[in-house]
């Protein structure tokens, strides 16, 4: 599989803040995802992203395949925005999703 | 749509004993099926996919092992825990090898 690097490993913001998580890949894929893990330990899908920029409401996502990263935009950030994101990818004609260790995000009210 | 379901939601087994976790998929046929594992604290790391039934390729060699009886039913086994093998269990599934992976809800095993 491919090496995922994820920046930074810890967040702590204040709720309203914005904030940037960055994901680098070591080598070009075809399935991009970003995941949140709740602190009761499940993964909920937050965007499919091999490339391009989508929206979901507060969350945001782009990413530059060329350059190989992408980056997850939290605006106006919550409590509930709490817990453990992950990036992920995969290479084509590869079945394994190769996790990055995680950004811990805080948000404090 | 689609549904995964995994059980048991949390497991406290000793040492040595006999492990079956168990993971089904609803709503579509032939899925690719996953197994990964969480340590305390740290990324997930995959243990075992399969492509169809009977099809089984692991990732990481250790005292577990994968079978896939049916289309959508994924079972991961031990015939005796170590301490180790304590983590969070998280089974997925993909339409396809190049589709996005979803997860079930996992299995928080304590090997004691």
């Known amino acids: 599989g491919i090496q995922v690097e994820q920046s930074p490993p810890d967040l702590i913001l204040q709720e309203g803040a914005n904030s940037t998580l960055r994901c680098n890949f070591s080598?070009?894929?075809?399935?991009l995802q970003w995941f949140h893990q709740n602190p009761w330990g499940q993964l909920i899908n937050l965007f499919y992203?091999?490339?391009g920029t989508k929206q979901n409401g507060r969350l945001s996502a782009t990413t530059v395949a060329t350059e190989r990263y992408s980056l997850l935009y939290i605006s106006s950030s919550q409590t509930t925005d709490s817990g453990v994101y992950f990036c992920?990818?995969?290479?084509?004609?590869?079945?394994?999703?190769?996790f990055g260790a995680g950004t811990t995000v805080t948000v404090r009210a | 749509s689609q549904t995964i379901h995994q059980w048991p939601a949390t497991l406290v087994q000793p040492v040595g004993s006999p492990l079956s976790l168990e993971c089904t998929v609803e709503?579509?046929?032939?899925?690719?099926l996953y197994w990964y594992r969480q340590a305390a604290g740290r990324g997930l790391q995959l243990l075992f996919y399969s492509v169809g039934i009977g099809q089984i390729s692991s990732e990481v060699p250790q005292n577990l092992s994968a079978s896939r009886p049916q289309d959508r039913q994924f079972i991961l086994s031990s015939k005796k825990l170590l301490l180790s093998d304590s983590g969070f269990y998280l089974c997925?599934?993909?339409?396809?090898?190049?589709?996005?992976?979803?997860f079930g809800n996992g299995t928080r095993l304590t090997v004691t």
């Open positions: 992203i091999p490339s």
């Open positions: 080598d070009s894929v075809n399935n």
């Open positions: 997925a599934w993909s339409l396809t090898g190049s589709s996005p992976l979803h």
């Open positions: 709503g579509t046929s032939n899925p690719n």
């Open positions: 992920a990818g995969r290479r084509s004609n590869d079945y394994k999703l190769s």
